[in-house]
């Protein structure tokens, strides 16, 4: 059964629509920064997936539920044409979707993830935060040190600890969902694509040069499942495309989207 997912939204309506989808223990304000500078092009929104930010907490964490949400969205906001960008996790839920619904999008933008199954990623990390009893703990800084260990890289230390939020009683807890998100983490790295899956429209794949979630042989794949897409490389980034090379993001999501066949 599909969710209400929670959502921001950015720019004016009447514009060409653009719809965002985020990547795991990711949600819609990660994206505020990169959405503002789209909404001066297009009206924008930006989801919560299920599981993720303000968004409702269910059991079941699979890209069909996802691509299910999503298509409840587009219809209760009568989004039918819209472009959607999806970024790793987000990305294949945005392939999923776009393989069932073809008609109910104008075109797709896949940040950073190929239609493949991954090696697990962020299990350890995962599991790390699980274990905390973040109700016990004062600061922020407290939760920090805890796992400093486990995720020695500041960035995405900071990054996962974002999904921390007060308790009015003192402490802390996950806004995320995030022992369901653990267990889910196989089906997350499998491929979200069926062998006979298909999306003939207009799609952008976009590929941070320095990040390691896509490589040059992904491309005959890509193009099997998604025979109009082209591949732009964006020199200045790693996986968070939007973030570490948000200009060069900016300009490749605006030049596919101005193209006459959209």
């Not at 996986?239 to 999501?253: D, I, P």
Request: proline share 5%.
């Amino acid at each position: 059964m599909s969710l209400k997912l929670n959502h921001q939204h950015f720019g004016q309506a009447g514009r060409p629509a653009l719809v965002i989808l985020h990547g795991l223990m990711g949600f819609a304000r990660n994206w505020t920064v990169a959405a503002k500078r789209l909404a001066e092009d297009f009206e924008v929104f930006v989801l919560d997936m299920r599981n993720h930010g303000s968004s409702p907490h269910d059991p079941v964490m699979s890209y069909e539920a996802m691509a299910e949400d999503v298509h409840a969205f587009l219809q209760a906001n009568n989004l039918s044409g819209a472009i959607l960008l999806g970024h790793s996790m987000g990305g294949k839920a945005a392939m999923a979707f776009a393989c069932k619904y073809p008609d109910l999008i104008q075109g797709l933008v896949v940040a950073d993830i190929s239609p493949k199954t991954y090696e697990p990623h962020y299990t350890q990390e995962l599991n790390a935060l699980n274990a905390l009893d973040v109700a016990s703990f004062k600061t922020r800084v407290e939760a920090e040190a805890a796992v400093a260990q486990a995720i020695p890289a500041e960035d995405l230390r900071k990054f996962l600890l974002s999904n921390l939020v007060r308790c009015q009683e003192g402490g802390f807890m996950w806004q995320c969902n995030l022992p369901v998100l653990v267990d889910a983490l196989p089906a997350i790295e499998h491929n979200s694509l069926k062998e006979g899956d298909r999306y003939k429209g207009p799609t952008l794949f976009i590929r941070g040069k320095h990040s390691n979630f896509m490589e040059d042989s992904d491309e005959s794949v890509i193009k099997t499942y998604f025979p109009q897409a082209t591949i732009t490389l964006l020199e200045d980034a790693g996986h968070n495309v939007h973030v570490e090379g948000l200009e060069s993001f900016l300009e490749a999501v605006r030049t596919f989207i101005s193209q006459p066949t959209l």
